[in-house]
């Protein structure tokens, strides 16, 4: 069966998924200070945080059209999924839902699952490449659904931030908190709960000690580690990565380790020296 995946531009996708008509990113729009940028493959990272860190205001994304999501579907393909941030942090599945709805009332015959990641940034790279591995293996679209559903729940995200500046400015962290943090060094072990929500996990005293109390809540968490793929994005920050990918090598056998950097909604939500963990 030929198979289409469209992912949101908060996933990263490798670059040899880039070029390849089964995968498609569909951009969010990102704003600072009234000026708009496409999260696409024109983002220009360092561009954007030197905007971010000049700016007193809080960065915002919007959301792709659901117009926009329904041009994304309308293709040959005979199973399509479509995979966004979490809905607890954007409105970009409601879009994809809204999008699928507009396709099949022209085609009803469409086979569409929009996936909910409950994630962000490489945790819908996971789950495009779990679609893809079950496709490959010649699965039935329903239990292609429904095999990635069970990973998505199963699918644990972490991350660790060297500035809570952003945090703050929209409302994630209150401005005692975070002017307490940045003055103590102290930093949070952040992830998401059940329902894709962000929670405070952990912290330390110290990037170092943090990322070693983020790998450590990883290995004991994590399920059946041998056979799952675990991915590392960063913000501008690949000798932090490494250090995280050395450290799960060493302490848990896993079947695969991949790292990407950030694009646009990332970046946005990491800011610099940001580091992102999903098992």
Same mark, same amino acid.
């Given at each position: ?44 990272q ?14 915002k ?5 659901p ?33 699928r ?18 994630s962000?940034?490489?945790? #819908?790279?996971?789950?495009?490449? &779990?679609?893809?591995? %079950? *496709?490959? $293996? ?5 239990? @292609? ?72 809540l ?20 690949? #000798?932090?990565?490494?250090i995280? &990918?050395?450290?799960? %090598? *060493?302490? $848990? ?5 991949? @790292? ?20």
């Amino acid at each position: 069966m030929s198979y289409k995946v469209v992912i949101d531009s908060c996933g990263e996708l490798p670059a040899s998924y880039q070029e390849d008509p089964r995968f498609e990113s569909v951009p969010l729009t990102l704003s600072v200070d009234g000026e708009d940028i496409i999260d696409d493959d024109t983002f220009d990272q360092k561009s954007f945080l030197a905007k971010v860190a000049a700016s007193p205001n809080c960065p915002k994304s919007s959301c792709p059209s659901p117009e926009r999501y329904k041009d994304a579907y309308d293709c040959p393909a005979e199973h399509i999924y479509a995979i966004t941030l979490s809905a607890e942090l954007s409105g970009s599945y409601n879009s994809a839902m809204l999008g699928r709805q507009l396709l099949l009332e022209e085609q009803p015959e469409k086979k569409i699952h929009v996936f909910n990641s409950r994630s962000a940034s490489i945790g #819908e790279t996971l789950i495009a490449l &779990k679609i893809q591995e %079950l *496709e490959e $293996a010649g699965l039935a679209f329903e239990k @292609v659904v429904a095999q990635t559903e069970a990973y998505i729940r199963g699918q644990i995200t972490y991350f660790i931030l060297e500035n809570l500046e952003t945090m703050r400015k929209n409302g994630r962290m209150g401005r005692v908190k975070a002017l307490v943090a940045s003055a103590l060094n102290i930093k949070p072990v952040l992830g998401s709960n059940d329902e894709g929500a962000i929670v405070q996990r952990d912290q330390a005293r110290g990037m170092n000690k943090a990322l070693v109390k983020m790998v450590n809540l990883a290995i004991s968490e994590g399920v059946d580690l041998e056979k799952k793929t675990v991915a590392i994005s960063h913000c501008n920050c690949p #000798e932090r990565a490494q250090i995280v &990918k050395e450290a799960i %090598l *060493e302490k $848990a056998k896993v079947r695969d380790v991949i @790292v990407l950097d950030t694009a646009g909604v990332s970046s946005m939500y990491a800011n610099d020296g940001g580091i992102i963990l999903v098992i």
